[in-house]
């Protein structure tokens, strides 16, 4: 069995830039989304008027699109090519079918 190739050349990963802006980039993207149901929580009962069968419709109404988003993107996802979603995750806007082209095709004679 051969070793595996050492990519990080002896730098501790703490000590490399790239890992500690997507680790915390990561935890604050974790903490923001369990922080925000407490938070939401809070602010609807704060409202006037406002009791645990209101802050139970708010929660419903943010949960229900999220799950038939996940299932709708699952059951597709399973479905199709994945060079299509490859395609629309990819950070350069001309992979993007929506975005105009960097440089227009010239004309045909």
Known sequence: MTDAPDFHDGVPL??????VLLLSARVISVLGNGFAPVALAFAVLALPGAGAGRLSLVLACQALPQLLFILIGGVTGSARSPSPRS????PAPWRR???PPA????ARP
């Open 14 to 19: 703490w000590r490399d830039q790239r890992f």
């Open 103 to 106: 440089r227009w095709p010239a």
């Open 87 to 90: 395609a629309c995750s990819s």
């Open 97 to 99: 079918p929506w975005a």
